[in-house]
């Protein structure tokens, strides 16, 4: 069973910076994709940004300009950069691993906090 562990949450005020890691058990490389969504309190889990085997990178229009997401294909770990922090980014983040056939991984979370 593949396991991923999600760290570098934390309340952080409007305006500044956060990098979340997400350290995997097995290769990256075996995966179509890595992905990090986020999930608000009452609200549905939304996609923030995905990265492919090849390194290209997509993101929500919320998060575009601010957020980055990388690889270190090496380490088995994908980043998630976050600046510009916004309180409506308040929210519990996810990694997630995506198969060839589709079948996704999740970690458990990381809770992010931006005070206004």
């Known amino acids: 069973q593949v396991q991923l562990v999600e760290s570098g949450g934390g309340l952080v005020q409007a305006g500044g910076s956060l990098r979340l890691s997400c350290a995997v058990s097995?290769?990256?490389?075996?995966?179509?994709?890595m992905g990090w969504s986020r999930q608000a309190p009452g609200k549905e889990r939304e996609l923030v940004a995905l990265?492919?085997?090849?390194?290209?990178?997509n993101y929500a229009d919320s998060v575009k300009g601010r957020f980055t997401i990388s690889r270190d294909d090496a380490k088995n770990t994908v980043y998630l950069q976050m600046n510009s922090l916004k309180p409506e980014d308040t929210a519990v983040y996810y990694c997630n691993a995506i198969t060839v056939f589709s079948k996704e991984y999740w970690g458990q979370g990381t809770p992010v906090t931006v005070s206004s």
């Open positions: 097995d290769s990256i490389t075996r995966f179509n994709g």
């Open positions: 990265i492919g085997r090849s390194g290209s990178t």
